[in-house]
C-alpha cells in the first residue's frame, strides 16, 4: 500500500517560471500550521575564480547584513516573532537561504528573500567585521582534523576542476578580499533568472505563487550571460597521496574516488555500492547526516570496525552537478597504524570492485535506501530542501524520480559502477598521522 | 499577533503493573515511527571509581542478547534501513531509532530485547572498549570538549557525578570487566526505571499490546535512588588554562552552578537564558560578541537545569588573539543584565519565539519523542504543552532580573580556555 505519506519525495511541486526568470517551486503538506520558504542560488564555491575563493560563502554571511528596507538592527525578530528558524549555507554547487515558521509568516519570510536578492547593503564595515567571523569559522574547522583531511584530499584530488577548493576558500584569499569582489559577486549571480524559490508547508499553492509574484515581480533580471564553468576535470593518471603531519591524538585515513554526477546512469547504481560498504544515508545533505547509517553488517564496517582496526568508517557520495568525490572516512583505533588500515580498506574495495556484490546485499541496501528517502524528508524543512537542491544540480525530477531508479538497480550495474569507480588510477589516499602532542617537531 | 492553532499531543500514558511506563501518540505525517525507550539509568550511576562504565554498556548493551547474536541484531536492524541511536546522558540511557511503520512489531521487540537481556559478550566488550578509548583520545585533541569537561570539573568537585566524564578515562575504560557491567544492568535496569515513547503512523492500541508483549512480564525490584548531591557556593573567580598550542582557535566555557528543574525561578531563568545567549543568533551575547564585534563565530548560552543543580554556561569559539576581548565583553553582558536586568522588549520576543516555535518543534516524530522523554522524566503532566505557553505568559521582568541576579556574577564565574593561548604570566 502506497499511503500519501510514502509518496512525500515523488510528489511533484507546482512549478511556476515568473517573467523575470525566478522559478518558483510549491509542494502543499498539511501536515503541522508551518510553512517553509528557501531561496536557492545557482552559485557555489565551484563558480569562484582564483584569488576570489570563498566568496560565496561570505557573500551568504552579508546577505544578513540587512538591507533597503530591513535596516541592520531589525534583521533579528522577524521571523522569531513566529516562533521560526531561519539560515542559509553555501556548498559547491550552491548557495541557499531558508525560513521555516508557522504559516501565517509567509509573507514576512517572502519579503525577506526578494529583499536579500535584490537589495542587501553590504556596509565596508559589515564587511570587514564578518572577516574575523569567517576566520574564526574557518580556524574552527582546522581545529578537526578530519575536516583538515578533507580540504587537503579534496584538493589533491582534483587539479583542474573548481571543485578543488574549499567552500569557506583559502586564507590568502580571505585576508586580500574586498568589499567590491563581495559586492561584484552578489550583483552578478543574485538575480531572478539564477535563483529557485520554494515554498512547501501549510499552504494554497496558487496563494503562494499569488505572494511570490508579489514579493519578486518587480525585480529586473539580470541581462548579462553568467560565466559558465567550463572545466571538466581530466581523467587521473595515477594514485595521489597526500600526509598530513600535525600534533593530534589519533590517526586518520580517508580516500576519494572520482564519482559520478547526479546527473549520470550510474549515480544510483553508486549510491546501491555506498550502502553496501557503509550502509545507506539517504540524500539530504541537510539533514541525512544527522542520523547514523545503517551499517553494522557492511562489508567496510565489518573489515575495519568488527576487526578492531578502525573506530568508525564513513563512506559519502552526494548528488553534485559535476563529478565530485566518493569519499571513506577512517577514524584508526589506538595503536593501530595508518598503512594497516589502509591495506585492509583497499584490499575490500578492491575486492567489491573486481568481483561485485551479492543479490542479498543489492536487496538490502536498496530496503535501506527506500527507508532512508522516507526518513530524509520528515519535516517540512527537509521536503522544501530536497526540491530546490535538486533543481540547482540538474533539476527536481532528479529527486522525484529517484525512488522507482534505485528500485530498479541491478547487481550487474553495481559491479559495473564499482569497476569504474574504485579503480587505483582513480584513488587519493589522504593520512592524517598525528606527532605527538608537545613533543619535538 | 501572529499565531497559528495547536490542538495539543494528547498521547496516551499506560503504566504497566510492573511500574513501566508508555506513551504513545499515533501520528501520520510518514509512514514511519520513532521508537524512544529511557532507563533511568544515566551516567550518575557511575560506581565510584569506575567512571565510564554506563558509557562502554551503551556501546555494547546492543551487541548480542539472551536470545540473538550480534550478526542477528545486525542483519535485523540493517535489513530495514535502521541506525540504533543508544545515548547515555547524565540521568538517562536512552536506546532509540527511527524505522519504517511497517517495521514497528519486530523492531519494538529487538529494542525491548536489548534492553532486557544483553548478553555483553567479552569479545564485544575488547572490540568496543577499542574504540571509546580512541573517542576519549579524539576528545583530548578537541578544544570544546577539553574546555567544557573542565569547567565541569571545576563546577563539580569532590565526585560530583556531573563533574565526571560520561566516557570516563582511558585508564577507567581498561579496567572495566564483563562483570562490572553485567552488574551494572543487573543493579539499574528495571521496568519500574523504563519509559517507553512511541511516535508514529501506528495505532495507540496497537503500541499498548505490543509494550504488553514485550515488557509486561519483566519482573525486577526497583534499584536504590541515585543521592542527590548540592555543591558548595563558590567565594570567587577561578580560571583555568589548558594550552593546546597545535590548534587554529581557541574554545572559552565560562559557567556557575545554576538551578535544578523543579526550582520556582525556572522558566524565569529560561526565559532570562534565551535572551542573553540564545535568541536569534546567541541573544545579546551574539549580539555582542559576533554581530558587533566580529569576534566569533559562534557564542551562545545555555541552561541545564537538572535533578540536580545544573549549569549555566556560556561558550565561544574566538581567535587566539581575542580571548582576552572575548571574555571581557562576556563579562560586561552578564554584568549589565544583573545589574539592570532585561527590558520589556527582550523579554516579549524571547517569550513570544518560544512559545510561537511549539508546532515547529513538535513537527516531526523523533521531536514529538524527545518532548514526551522530557514531560515524563520530569513528571510535567500530559497537558504541559498546552499549559507552556502560560507558564512562560507569567514571568514578570522582575523575576526575569531577580534570577539574572542570582545566576550571573561575572567575579563568581568559573572560566575555562582551551586552545593555543596561554596563562599571563
Not at chain 1, 528596507?69 to 556548498?91: A, L, M
Amino acid at each position: 500500500m502506497v499511503t500519501t505519506a510514502e509518496a512525500r519525495p515523488s510528489v511533484a511541486p507546482v512549478r511556476t517560471v515568473l517573467a523575470n526568470g525566478l522559478t518558483v517551486l510549491v509542494r502543499e503538506e498539511h501536515t503541522a500550521p508551518l510553512a517553509s520558504v528557501w531561496c536557492w542560488y545557482k552559485v557555489g564555491s565551484k563558480d569562484e575564480p582564483p584569488g576570489l575563493t570563498g566568496v560565496s560563502h561570505w557573500v551568504e554571511h552579508m546577505n544578513f547584513k540587512g538591507t533597503t528596507n530591513i535596516p541592520r538592527d531589525q534583521v533579528k525578530g522577524i521571523i522569531e516573532q513566529f516562533g521560526g528558524s531561519w539560515n542559509g549555507y553555501t556548498w559547491i554547487d550552491q548557495t541557499t537561504y531558508l525560513e521555516t515558521a508557522t504559516r501565517d509568516a509567509l509573507d514576512r519570510m517572502l519579503f525577506i528573500e526578494s529583499e536579500r536578492m535584490a537589495r542587501s547593503l553590504y556596509h565596508p564595515d559589515d564587511c570587514e567585521s564578518e572577516r574575523t567571523v569567517i576566520l574564526s569559522e574557518l580556524a574552527g574547522g582546522e581545529n578537526d582534523p578530519d575536516q583538515l583531511l578533507d580540504q587537503e584530499l579534496t584538493a589533491v584530488a582534483f587539479k583542474a576542476h573548481p571543485y578543488r577548493h574549499p567552500t569557506i576558500g583559502w586564507l590568502p584569499d580571505l585576508k586580500s578580499m574586498t568589499r567590491e569582489d563581495l559586492y561584484g559577486h552578489y550583483r552578478r549571480y543574485y538575480m531572478p533568472n539564477n535563483a529557485i524559490l520554494v515554498i512547501a508547508g501549510d499552504v494554497d499553492a496558487a496563494d503562494a505563487i499569488r505572494r511570490a509574484e508579489q514579493h519578486f515581480g518587480g525585480i529586473a533580471p539580470g541581462d548579462a550571460p553568467l560565466p559558465r564553468l567550463r572545466t571538466v576535470e581530466p581523467e587521473q593518471a595515477g594514485e595521489r597521496r597526500v600526509t598530513i603531519r600535525r600534533e593530534g591524538t589519533a590517526a586518520y585515513l580517508k580516500v576519494g574516488y572520482h564519482a559520478p554526477a547526479v546527473s549520470d546512469a550510474a549515480f544510483c547504481p553508486a549510491l546501491v555500492l555506498d550502502a553496501v560498504l557503509t550502509g545507506a544515508k539517504g540524500v539530504n545533505l541537510w539533514s541525512s547526516f544527522r542520523l547514523p547509517p545503517p551499517q553494522r553488517s557492511a562489508r567496510l564496517y565489518r573489515a575495519l570496525v568488527e576487526r578492531g582496526l578502525a573506530s568508525s568508517v564513513a563512506g559519502a557520495l552526494l548528488p553534485t552537478e559535476d563529478p565530485f568525490l566518493y569519499t571513506v572516512s577512517v577514524t584508526a583505533t589506538e595503536g593501530t597504524p595508518l598503512a594497516s588500515v589502509e591495506s585492509a580498506l583497499l584490499d575490500e574495495l578492491d575486492r567489491v570492485a573486481r568481483d561485485g556484490i551479492s543479490t542479498a546485499e543489492l536487496d538490502k541496501a536498496k530496503a535501506q535506501l527506500r527507508a532512508r528517502l522516507i526518513f530524509d524528508v520528515d519535516s517540512i524543512t527537509n521536503l522544501a530542501h530536497q526540491l530546490g537542491y535538486f533543481e540547482t544540480i540538474g533539476g527536481v525530477d532528479q529527486y522525484l524520480t529517484l525512488a522507482p531508479r534505485l528500485a530498479a538497480v541491478t547487481a550487474v550495474q553495481v559491479e559495473a559502477a564499482a569497476a569504474s569507480i574504485l579503480r587505483r588510477s582513480n584513488l587519493t589516499v589522504g593520512w592524517f598521522d598525528p606527532l605527538p602532542v608537545g613533543g619535538d617537531r | 499577533m501572529p499565531g497559528a492553532t495547536f490542538a495539543g499531543l494528547s498521547p496516551e500514558r499506560l503504566s504497566l503493573s510492573n511500574g513501566a511506563v508508555v506513551l504513545a501518540k499515533q501520528v501520520r505525517t510518514t509512514p514511519a515511527v520513532t521508537i524512544n525507550l529511557a532507563v533511568r539509568a544515566g551516567s550518575v550511576c557511575d560506581p565510584v571509581g569506575t567512571p565510564g562504565a554506563m558509557y562502554l554498556l551503551s556501546r555494547v548493551i546492543d551487541r548480542g542478547t539472551d536470545r540473538r547474536t550480534a550478526d542477528d541484531i545486525a542483519e535485523e536492524l540493517d535489513s530495514r534501513g535502521i541506525a540504533l541511536a543508544v545515548t547515555v546522558t547524565r540521568h538517562l540511557f536512552t536506546v532509540a531509532c527511527t524505522c519504517l511503520a511497517e517495521d514497528f512489531e519486530p523492531v519494538f521487540a529487538l529494542l525491548g530485547d536489548i534492553v532486557r537481556a544483553p548478553s555483553l559478550p567479552e569479545t564485544e566488550i575488547a572490540t568496543r572498549k577499542g574504540e571509546v578509548i580512541t573517542a576519549i583520545r579524539q576528545d583530548e585533541d578537541n578544544p570544546a570538549v577539553r574546555a567544557t569537561e573542565a569547567l565541569m570539573a571545576l563546577l563539580y568537585p569532590d565526585g560530583h557525578p556531573y563533574g565526571r566524564r560520561t566516557k570516563g578515562s582511558v585508564e577507567s575504560v581498561e579496567a572495566l570487566t564483563r562483570d562490572d557491567l553485567v552488574r551494572l544492568h543487573a543493579d539499574r535496569f528495571a521496568p519500574g526505571r523504563l519509559s517507553a515513547v512511541i511516535v508514529g503512523d501506528v495505532p495507540t492500541a496497537l503500541v499498548t499490546d505490543a509494550a504488553d508483549r514485550v515488557f509486561g512480564d519483566w519482573r525486577k525490584p526497583e534499584p536504590p535512588p541515585v543521592p542527590v548531591l548540592t555543591v558548595a557556593p563558590v567565594s570567587g573567580r577561578r580560571s583555568l588554562v589548558i594550552p593546546m598550542m597545535n590548534k587554529a582557535q581557541a574554545d572559552i566555557a565560562y559557567g556557575f552552578v545554576a538551578m535544578t528543574r523543579d526550582d520556582p525561578d525556572y522558566y524565569a531563568g529560561w526565559l532570562m537564558n534565551n535572551a542573553l545567549g540564545q535568541y536569534s543568533l546567541g541573544g545579546r551575547l551574539g549580539d555582542s560578541i559576533r554581530e558587533r564585534q566580529g569576534m566569533a563565530y559562534y557564542v551562545f548560552s545555555s541552561l541545564d537545569a537538572n535533578v540536580m543543580q545544573g549549569p549555566i554556561t556560556v561558550r565561544a569559539g574566538v581567535g587566539p588573539a581575542d580571548v582576552d576581548r572575548a571574555i571581557a565583553s562576556i563579562d560586561e553582558e552578564l554584568r549589565h543584565v544583573s545589574l539592570e536586568g532585561l527590558s520589556a522588549k527582550e523579554l516579549n520576543a524571547s517569550r513570544q519565539y518560544l512559545i510561537a516555535s511549539m508546532p515547529r518543534a513538535l513537527e516531526t516524530n523523533a521531536g514529538i519523542a524527545a518532548f514526551l522523554q522530557t514531560v515524563e522524566f520530569f513528571g510535567l503532566g500530559l497537558d504541559y504543552d498546552l499549559r507552556l505557553p502560560d507558564l512562560l505568559r507569567a514571568v514578570t521582568v522582575e523575576q526575569a532580573h531577580d534570577v539574572a541576579r542570582r545566576l550571573l556574577d561575572p567575579d563568581r564565574a568559573t572560566v575555562v580556555i582551551a586552545g593555543p593561548y596561554e596563562a599571563k604570566k
